[in-house]
């Protein structure tokens, strides 16, 4: 009876050690399924900001051309895809958008209205992400805004926070369709496509959409 009890200690020992295993074991994949699951949540939370800036993006230049109707009506066919303008005087010389790669801002500092404008890649400095800045123009709480760059020496600018967000926008002053057909005549439309970059999980992902941006006056 003492050597059947001891048998049946020692299975039931072993029983339990087979039990904790597979406890152990079945965790492990729990643990190992939420932890590819919240990685994949990052990722479509990610990718969802991205388009998100994209779609901000490709509004923004959009503004560009409605801003200038509206501002300089009185000769919206030579205004209407300039940009940094102050005058309708300054349509015939202002620098127009052209064929090439750009940053979105918009200045808090000096312009009232808070146009979206555009410069140059190549003739700023900038750190390469999109930042999160807070800027005092007299109210009593100051306004955060998204800006793809700025200027570094404008002391009304505070650097709240960095995120990883790369946004540029490429023009094409000569868009055609997928037949080499030209999408418009006579220099009167053009395409922005706004690219969003990020890093995830060491990965290197990216978001790209265009809008054909057409003088409609």
């Known amino acids: ?13 072993v029983e339990t050690i087979i039990s904790i295993t597979v406890i152990a074991l079945a965790s492990m994949a729990t643990l190992s399924m939420l ?5 994949g949540n990052n990722v479509i939370g990610e990718k969802l900001v991205a388009i998100e800036l994209a779609m901000e993006g490709l509004d923004a230049v959009k503004s560009i051309r409605d801003t200038n109707y509206l501002l300089f009506a009185s ?3 030579t205004c209407w895809d300039k940009l940094s303008l102050t005058s309708t005087s300054d349509c015939a010389t202002a620098t127009p958008i052209a064929s090439r790669e750009y940053y979105l ?15 140059r890649v190549g003739t700023v400095a900038r750190n390469g992400y999109l930042n999160l800045f807070a800027v005092d123009i007299g109210a009593t709480d100051p306004i955060s805004y998204y800006s793809d760059w700025h200027n570094a020496s404008d002391s009304a600018f505070t ?13 094409d002053r000569d868009p055609v369709d997928s037949s ?7 220099d009167q439309c053009f395409q922005a496509t706004v690219t969003v970059e990020w890093t995830i ?4 992902q990216s978001v790209s959409l265009s809008r054909l941006i057409t003088n409609v006056y």
């Open 159 to 171: 650097n709240d926070e960095t995120n990883q967000f790369f946004r540029t926008v490429t023009v």
């Open 201 to 204: 999980n060491s990965l290197t």
């Open 1 to 13: 009876m003492l050597y059947a009890l001891r048998t049946r200690l020692a299975e039931s020992m």
């Open 75 to 77: 000769d919206p066919e």
């Open 35 to 39: 932890q590819t699951a919240l990685k």
């Open 105 to 119: 801002f918009q200045d808090f500092s000096t312009d009232p209205m808070y146009r979206w404008n555009m410069v």
């Open 180 to 186: 080499g057909a030209a999408l418009c005549a006579d």
